[in-house]
């Protein structure tokens, strides 16, 4: 149960560089404090006592139903913990390169201080959003302030489970073009434009990937400035985890597309 004591130092700095698993000696030469986040800053005297033997896993605490994860987070700060967190809000910026969601544990519900906390790049790629649940294998308890954020640094580090994706929105950008984007990544869209049908006699004829998966650029054939239209996306449309597009919310409506006013 710690405590623990984060080292704000590049390892591959340190002769010599600490392995996973290491037990090593230091002598700490500066301390620093940043949003309540106490840490070392500055490290001397480095020594392997005991060569990498990855004692990591007995130093993990489950802290799903932990109660005390916010009241008490002095005493949770930089240790290694594990357990199941239950996303219920969108990821939101959280310092550098990072984003973090209101989480739920069944030791903590309702409060907003408690946070899952994971790279930008990885929310990204994965599509973790509101609703998802996320089983944390490895990470840390990192802390702005007094808020509580259960931190993931890569892939490796959890599980998860997301609900399918959802159209969020189409535009037709140009009069022969709508984007239809999701709020999840989206793997593969048949390159024919069949998997997006329209109302209001408008017909696709192709589709274009994101390489993101965020949006679709589908091929429609002439749009009628101001007319609104409906795109229905079919449910063979698969997500980053191969599941289908929520057939509940599959469809979204726009306007035709109307020129800019010349200038």
């Known amino acids: 149960p710690g405590p623990a004591l984060f080292i704000g130092v590049d390892p591959t700095t340190l002769t010599p560089a600490p392995k996973v698993g290491d037990k090593i000696d230091l002598t700490v030469t500066e301390m620093a404090t940043v949003y309540d986040l106490r840490y070392a800053k500055a490290v001397s005297n480095v020594t392997t006592t005991t060569p990498a033997t990855d004692p990591i896993p007995g130093l993990i605490?489950?802290?799903?139903?932990?109660?005390?994860?916010?009241s008490a987070l002095d005493s949770y700060e930089?240790?290694?913990?594990?357990?199941?967190?239950?996303?219920?809000?969108?990821f939101t910026t959280a310092g550098g390169g990072f984003l973090a969601a209101t989480s739920e544990t069944t030791g903590i519900t309702g409060d907003t201080k408690?946070?899952?906390?994971?790279?930008?790049?990885?929310?990204?790629?994965?599509?973790?959003?509101?609703?998802?649940?996320?089983?944390?294998?490895?990470?840390?308890?990192w802390r702005f302030t007094t808020t509580a954020q259960a931190n993931a640094m890569v892939e490796a580090d959890f599980t998860y489970t997301c609900p399918a994706a959802k159209v969020?929105?189409?535009?037709?950008?140009d009069a022969t073009t709508v984007r239809v984007t999701f709020d999840r990544p989206?793997?593969?869209v048949n390159a024919n434009g069949s998997e997006f049908?329209?109302?209001?006699?408008?017909?696709?004829?192709?589709?274009?990937?994101?390489?993101?998966?965020?949006?679709?650029?589908?091929?429609?054939?002439s749009q009628t400035s101001g007319t609104n239209y409906t795109v229905t996306v079919a449910n063979t449309v698969l997500d980053v985890d191969g599941t289908a597009v929520d057939q509940t919310a599959n469809t979204a409506t726009f306007a035709g597309f109307t020129p800019p006013p010349p200038v």
């Not at 930089?78 to 969108?90: A, P, Q, Y």
């Not at 969020?168 to 950008?173: D, T």
């Open 61 to 70: 605490q489950d802290v799903s139903a932990a109660t005390d994860l916010v």
């Open 78 to 90: 930089s240790e290694l913990i594990s357990g199941t967190f239950n996303v219920k809000d969108d």
């Open 114 to 141: 408690l946070k899952f906390r994971v790279p930008e790049t990885l929310q990204k790629k994965l599509g973790l959003v509101n609703g998802c649940v996320v089983t944390l294998k490895t990470g840390t308890m």
């Open 168 to 173: 969020v929105s189409a535009i037709a950008s």
């Open 186 to 188: 989206i793997k593969t």
């Open 197 to 221: 049908t329209f109302d209001n006699s408008l017909t696709a004829s192709a589709a274009t990937l994101a390489a993101d998966g965020s949006y679709v650029d589908v091929t429609t054939g």
